[in-house]
């Protein structure tokens, strides 16, 4: 079993930058893939950006993609997501995920476990 800590959220401008860690807890940590989730009020969850248990494969969302970065370092059983050039419509609660599975998937429901969110408000 893994317990997931988010942290990093808060209030920023648009264009500015933020980063997103992770915590994971238990010895398996390095065998989950990771996701990020985003979920702003009144909308789905959405997914975010994936990353495989090794790193070697990642993926992200088009309304992210050349802006966000995951990463992770297994070692410290944390993943990251950097977030630069940030925009009014990346308002939401992230969320990290784990899969017990060695690949992200972008389906909310093909993860077994959920951090409680951080709060990430972009004002413009």
């Known amino acids: 079993q893994v317990q997931l800590v988010e942290s990093g959220g808060g209030l920023v401008q648009a264009g500015d930058s933020l980063r997103l860690s992770c915590a994971g807890s238990g010895r398996t940590f390095s065998s989950y893939a990771m996701g990020w989730f985003r979920q702003a009020p009144g909308k789905e969850r959405e997914f975010v950006t994936g990353?495989?248990?090794?790193?070697?494969?990642?993926y992200y969302a088009d309304s992210v993609k050349g802006r966000f970065t995951i990463s992770r370092d297994n070692a410290k059983s944390t993943v990251y997501l950097q977030m630069n050039s940030l925009k009014p419509e990346d308002t939401a609660v992230y969320y990290c995920?784990?899969?017990?599975?060695?690949?992200?998937?972008?389906?909310?429901?093909?993860?077994?476990?959920w951090g409680q969110g951080t709060q990430v408000t972009v004002s413009s």
């Open positions: 995920a784990a899969r017990r599975f060695t690949d992200w998937a972008r389906g909310w429901h093909e993860y077994d476990y």
């Open positions: 990353i495989s248990w090794t790193g070697g494969s990642t």
